[in-house]
């Protein structure tokens, strides 16, 4: 092959001869092809293709939580106030004798028996202070991707100006 004929990859060069004929498909002695009998003959079958896109959706996971409820603990210091009842016992001078518990009281003093006394006694009752929903939520969106996508077209390169229209009988300049 001469460098005009020089074929780039997945083109291919179809000739032919009629048969009884030198000359190539086309005009045979100024006759068209489509007003002679002719035979066809099979010479190669191309396959077209195009590239089509094809989704597909991948899950992956994007991250995780742990819920957990947690005790923490404080401190509070709460005042309280107390009380105590008393029997206040005072003898007092030349009263005679008086005696507590087998035990004698000196005239003038003043002495103490509690009768009734007060302690805190601390009790913990659990208040809702709020509550909390955990729920899980599938969230759809439209996401647009641009994909180039290819195609193969047949290109029929007629340098001659051979090519004709056999249906309508015309040449195709």
């Known amino acids: 092959m001469d460098d005009k004929n020089k074929l780039n990859p997945g083109e291919r060069l179809v000739e032919g001869k009629v048969p009884g004929q030198d000359t190539k498909l086309g005009t045979v002695r100024g006759e068209s092809l489509s007003s002679r009998q002719s035979s066809v003959t099979p010479l190669d079958t191309l ?27 404080r401190q509070e210091t709460i005042p309280v106030t107390l009380s105590s009842e008393v029997l206040e016992i005072t003898v007092r001078e030349g009263a005679g004798k008086v005696m507590m518990n ?66 309508l009988g015309k040449d195709l300049k």
């Open 47 to 73: 396959t077209l293709h195009e590239e089509r896109a094809v989704i597909d959706v991948v899950r992956e996971q994007a991250g995780a939580v742990t819920i957990q409820k947690v005790l923490r603990e």
């Open 102 to 167: 087998g035990e004698v009281l000196k005239p003038g003093r003043t002495y103490e028996v509690l009768l009734q006394d007060e302690r805190a006694e601390v009790l913990k009752h659990v208040f809702a202070v709020s509550e909390v929903d955990v729920k899980k939520k599938m969230q759809t969106f439209t996401h647009t991707e641009t994909v180039t996508l290819r195609r193969e077209e047949l290109d029929i390169r007629d340098p001659n100006g051979l090519v004709q229209d056999v249906t």
